[in-house]
């Protein structure tokens, strides 16, 4: 990095910890007392934990056919994508299907990073087939896209932004039953198969939104590590860093008691809670294994003990975000993945422009967590430490930086781009970073610290440059 560019850098991380709060150390605890009573809180009093059935085995795929007909399925809905469809792990599924029994119908073209049209498209192949059972085999992107089409097909009056999070769509509660849906995970990084959470581009304003309720999780998740092998290296790279922010986010979100509004009515409380006692648990192991075998699933696609290690932790993650959320690294790289003008990812077959989800997460991350460190730094010092930081004589004020230069260091050891400005970014797009991460409410608001849209900027420009 050049000099001025450095220095600029570090000025504007400065300026983010100077501007921090400066109480004393903020105490992480669950206990403290609730506002005012269930009736009329203006912060939350408690959280719910909500996951698929996960069953984890290596060929456990093999298994889905007669899960299915253990159902009583009938006519089942197969979503992959293109790709994947003349891959082993989509064929194990059929082959499964066939021996079972149980007739399907194959959706091919989920759309990898899709987008409300690929979403409609889907949701209209599943209403025509009026499917009783779904089964997605493929990353975030087609159980997500399997996850709306169960939904709009099973509430076929409702308008498509009925159900889209606010303030981009209406954000109703979901209130009609589902079908069964099994996910048969093929990355190691979204965690979508324990998660009620589906995520897309909303072209009209370029931007990822999405829904998120605990109605639309799969009903099973079949983690099956053989299908880790078929992932090249910069799939898992990506995937892999997804895996390290849900960690890192969902432990350093707001505590779930000092979120608000309270809900009213339990079935308006939202799926990400905020850091919570049983999610701090999933999160800090699956950062743990993230550190232990991110680097060597990457180096060595033959690694069956690193690529399955981590495609539990993608789980494992997948079970704290879940229910206690993510914030800035997220809610920041929506805009980042949308606003994508000519980049590829190396190793991704597509069509179209793309900035893999883990990737467009993780860049902001060294900004990011030494802007909210002052708030927790405990824990932000903990996680530099599980990442491989020597904190013995860290001071608290020193979190944020002892952790971003962990990251950065964890990120040039595997290659990674050197900030948004590798992605095709300029300072000239800030603005419209900003602009489509203020409509993330839903994320922003669980960091630990609020942000101004100056700060924002700041964080988006600080990003520019890792290195």
């Not at 792990?89 to 059929?94: G, L």
């Not at 099956?224 to 979100?253: I, K, Q, W």
């Not at 491989?388 to 781009?417: E, H, K, S």
């Not at 400005?421 to 608001?445: C, F, H, M, W």
């Amino acid at each position: 990095m050049a000099a001025a560019a450095r220095a600029r850098v570090t000025h504007l991380l400065r300026h983010l910890q100077s501007t921090a709060c400066q109480c004393p150390t903020h105490s992480h605890t669950y206990s403290q007392a609730p506002g005012i009573s269930p009736s009329g809180k203006t912060t939350e009093y408690a959280f719910e934990m909500a996951v698929s059935n996960i069953r984890y085995g290596a060929g456990v795929t093999k298994e889905v056919g007669m899960d299915l007909q253990n159902m009583g399925a009938k006519n089942v809905c197969l979503m992959t994508d293109k790709n994947l469809s003349q891959l082993p792990p989509v064929q194990i599924v059929m082959d499964s299907l066939v021996k079972n029994g149980i007739s399907f119908q194959v959706y091919d073209d989920v759309r990898v990073e899709p987008t409300d049209r690929s979403f409609m498209d889907a949701i209209e192949f599943a209403k025509r087939g009026a499917f009783d059972a779904y089964v997605a085999v493929g990353g975030g992107s087609t159980m997500d896209t399997c996850k709306a089409a169960n939904l709009y097909a099973s509430s076929p009056d409702s308008e498509f932004l009925d159900y889209v999070n606010a303030p981009i769509g209406k954000g109703k509660p979901v209130t009609v039953p589902l079908k069964p849906l099994i996910a048969v995970p093929t990355t190691s990084g979204t965690g979508s198969e324990t998660t009620g959470v589906a995520i897309f581009d909303y072209e009209q304003l370029k931007v990822k939104t999405g829904i998120a309720s605990r109605a639309i999780k799969p009903t099973l998740g079949l983690v099956d590590p053989l299908h880790t092998l078929h992932m090249p290296c910069r799939v898992v790279a990506n995937s892999g860093f997804d895996v390290l922010c849900h960690a890192l986010e969902s432990y350093t979100a707001i505590p779930y008691n000092m979120r608000s509004p309270c809900p009213s009515n339990p079935i308006q409380r939202p799926a990400y809670q905020g850091s919570n006692p049983i999610s701090d648990i999933w999160a800090v192991h699956a950062l743990r294994i993230v550190a232990k075998y991110l680097k060597r699933a990457v180096r060595n696609p033959d690694d069956l003990e690193a690529r399955s290690s981590m495609h539990l932790a993608s789980a494992f993650a997948g079970i704290g975000f879940g229910n206690a959320g993510v914030h800035l690294c997220h809610g920041m790289s929506y805009p980042i993945s949308g606003l994508v003008k000519t980049y590829k990812a190396k190793e991704y077959n597509v069509d179209h422009p793309l900035v893999p989800h883990g990737l467009s997460v993780v860049l902001t991350s060294p900004a990011v967590f030494t802007f909210t460190a002052q708030m927790f730094p405990e824990r932000h010092l903990e996680t530099a430490e599980i990442l491989g930081a020597d904190i013995r004589t860290a001071r608290t004020q020193d979190a944020g930086p002892v952790l971003a230069d962990t990251l950065r260091q964890f990120l040039f050891d595997l290659n990674v781009d050197d900030g948004l400005s590798a992605l095709g970014y300029s300072k000239n797009d800030i603005p419209s970073l900003v602009k489509g991460t203020l409509p993330q409410e839903r994320v922003t608001k669980l960091a630990p610290r609020a942000q101004s849209e100056e700060d924002l900027s700041a964080l988006f420009e600080a990003s520019m440059k890792l290195y």
